[in-house]
Nanobody, 125 residues
Framework: QVQLAESGGGLVQAGGSLRLSCAAS????????MGWFRQAPGKEREFVAA????????YYADSVKGRFTISRDNAKSTVYLQMNSLKPEDTAAYLC??????????????????WGQGTQVTVSS
């Protein structure tokens, strides 16, 4: 089992920044690809960003490319999502997820076995 706990969400004005963190526990963190997804009320959950277990493969949704940066610190068993130039359409609950020994297929939520509870991000206009 892998337990995931997100933090760092909040209310921010458009154009502002937030950094989300997801702390993992339970298994060897470096063996897991890590992803961020988001879900707005009444909408489907959508892929945001992912990082392979090796750290060599990074993927972003087109809607966040150039604004968001995913990174991981294996020593702290934590994955981060730095979000800059936030827009009202970025408002959603952000969830992190873990997939064992994966480097591809990381935009597909079906490939993740573990999920956190989410942290709310609200961007005001």
């Amino acid at each position: 089992q892998v337990q995931l706990a997100e933090s760092g969400g909040g209310l921010v004005q458009a154009g502002g920044s937030l950094r989300l963190s997801c702390a993992a526990s339970g298994r060897t963190f470096s063996n897991y690809a890590m992803g961020w997804f988001r879900q707005a009320p009444g909408k489907e959950r959508e892929f945001v960003a992912a990082l392979s277990f090796t750290g060599r493969n990074i993927y972003y949704a087109d809607s966040v490319k150039g604004r968001f940066t995913i990174s991981r610190d294996n020593a702290k068993s934590t994955v981060y999502l730095q979000m800059n130039s936030l827009k009202p359409e970025d408002t959603a609950a952000y969830l992190c997820s873990a997939a064992y020994l994966r480097s591809v297929g990381l935009a597909s939520q079906g490939n993740y076995a573990y999920w956190g509870q989410g942290t709310q991000v609200t961007v005001s206009s």
